[in-house]
């Protein structure tokens, strides 16, 4: 199991890179996670639902996800609560004080998940959540020491030095630990060191010698690896683009901002200018694109507050294109109702009036995996959906669904008005499809008066976990995982 002084200290990759390793030296892994809290989700071939993280990692194991490898995942709506959806399924949303009850009875749901992935796979690998010190959960913890009870299992503890503080971090969470604890942390590991690591040796003696564990090694800052991010945008979140592009793309940062990966892949193209912005600053970009969202009618009353209102119709105004992915899609609207108080306790809301439809706000979640065609450009898009939202009322479709869960349909997604320069749709990942990211930046190209890119940029996930493992390999004792690993099956 990998466990963390925090969270964003590096388990979700170390974790993936272990699975990639595993799978590398030919056994069958998977990875698990028995609670996890994110926005950023992924739908299983079922129809299930789970974080994205999970998702990456059964990529790196070379199978497909499934919801065991991640029983329980928390939505956060609120900053008091929760959407909590189990076994794939989404249930009510709980504030925290009620989860905390609440969570006694997943323990079994988590015994099986856990039991049927150790009974199909020679290896899991386990990630905690957040840090097993927090000493306030401790006695309702079901993510951490508790589920490395569960599963008898070895815990790696990882501490990230980019900011400094890292030895505090480990052997102040090894002080929190109750003894019983302490005994399953089998050592260390270091993430994102930057420098010369003769400097750094004192430090890995010292920590050795004080716990009794040892370091399994340190891994340095990956500049060149590009992966998902779990439930952060991490350094793309705001300010200046990261490059100079031949077009500017700002996405709204909701406070509430779900499946921001949807614009990965366009931040990585070398002639995209991609930025996450959480109120207007003057700038007119190329194009401004609207995220989903867990709670659409309270972001959307925070996009008017901040001003977004009226810059995004400056924007289209200007020759600027302006799109939505699923609760984006729906702000665009004329209108969202919510009769049954599903997204707030608010009846409903006034859109930005962008695209002449209505969303009404349904009390069965629809989660499914699709495959499509952009019916102005004809490129194949393939992805998701997740939402709670029916809409209406668009006059022309943006995008036809000829898949939904692996059965053959023809269904119209979206819309789409002045000339392809609005649109909106429910299909999470379409800019991933490299053909139609090619027709969109050409577009914005198109509109700005800028010759067109030759092709988009070939992303291929394989290869950068294919890199991702071999960098870990070469900079851990993988032997004395490896020796570890066997102690415990």
């Keep these: 199991m990998i466990q963390g002084t925090g969270s964003h200290v590096g388990k979700s990759v170390l974790a ?4 990639r390793i595993l799978r590398h030296d030919g056994h069958s892994v998977a990875p698990f996670k028995a609670q996890n809290m994110s926005n950023n989700a992924y ?4 129809g299930g639902e789970i974080a994205r993280s999970q998702a990456l990692q059964a990529a790196a194991c070379g199978i497909e996800p499934t919801v065991d490898m991640n029983p329980v995942l928390l939505k956060p709506a609120t900053d008091e609560g929760a959407q909590v959806i189990v076994q794939g399924r989404a249930g009510r949303t709980m504030k925290a004080r009620e989860y905390e009850t609440f969570k006694a009875s997943l323990v079994p749901v988590i015994q099986e998940s856990l039991a049927r992935l150790r009974e199909e796979y020679e290896f899991v690998i386990i990630e905690g959540a957040g840090s097993p010190a927090e000493i306030n959960l401790r006695e309702t913890d079901i993510a951490n020491m508790k589920t490395a009870a569960l599963a008898d299992a070895p815990v790696i503890l990882v501490g990230d030095i980019d900011f400094g503080g890292v030895f505090a971090q480990l052997i102040g969470t090894m002080h929190l630990l109750l003894e019983q604890e302490r005994a399953r942390v089998c050592g260390f590991v270091i993430n994102k060191f930057r420098g010369d690591i003769d400097i750094l040796k004192p430090g890995l003696e010292y920590l050795e010698k004080e716990t009794g564990k040892p370091v399994f090694g340190t891994l340095p800052y ?16 705001k300010g200046a683009p990261e490059k100079n592009g031949r077009v500017h793309i700002d996405v709204i940062r909701h406070p509430r901002i779900a499946n921001f990966t949807d614009f990965d892949a366009l ?7 991609l930025r996450y912005i959480e109120r207007p600053d003057g700038l007119i970009p190329d194009a401004i694109l609207i995220p989903g969202t867990k709670s659409t009618i309270a972001d959307l009353r925070q996009l008017k507050k901040a001003g977004f209102a009226e810059h995004i119709h400056r924007c289209h105004e200007n020759g600027g294109t302006i799109a939505g992915i699923c609760g984006g899609f729906q702000m665009m609207g004329a209108t969202l109702r919510d009769p049954h108080h599903v997204e707030s306790s608010a009846d409903g809301e006034a859109g930005l009036g962008l695209l002449p439809t209505e969303t009404i706000f349904c009390e069965e979640k629809q989660t499914a995996r699709v ?3 952009h019916l102005e450009s004809g490129a194949e898009v393939s992805g998701y959906e997740i939402h709670m939202g029916q809409t209406s009322g668009g006059q022309r479709p943006a995008f036809e669904i000829t898949e939904r869960l692996g059965n053959e349909v023809a269904e119209m997604d979206g819309a789409s008005a002045a000339g392809g320069r609005l649109w909106g749709t429910y299909i999470h990942g379409v800019f991933d499809s490299a053909a139609f ?14 010759s067109p890119i030759a092709e988009a940029k070939n992303t291929d996930l394989h290869e950068n976990l294919d890199r991702l493992a071999e960098a870990v390999r070469g900079n851990l004792d993988i032997n004395a995982i490896y020796d570890v690993m066997a102690s415990a099956k």
Excluded: M, Q
Aim: with cysteine; aromatic share 4%.
């Design 371 to 373: 495959r499509g065609t």
């Design 222 to 237: 990956f500049k060149d690896i590009s992966l998902p991010e779990e439930d952060s945008i991490g350094s793309r979140s």
């Design 16 to 19: 993936a890179a272990l699975c």
């Design 43 to 46: 739908v299983c071939e079922g």
């Design 437 to 450: 990211r090619e027709h969109f930046i050409n577009s914005l190209c198109a509109e700005k008066g800028v």
């Design 267 to 273: 931040a990585d193209e070398p002639d995209v200018s």
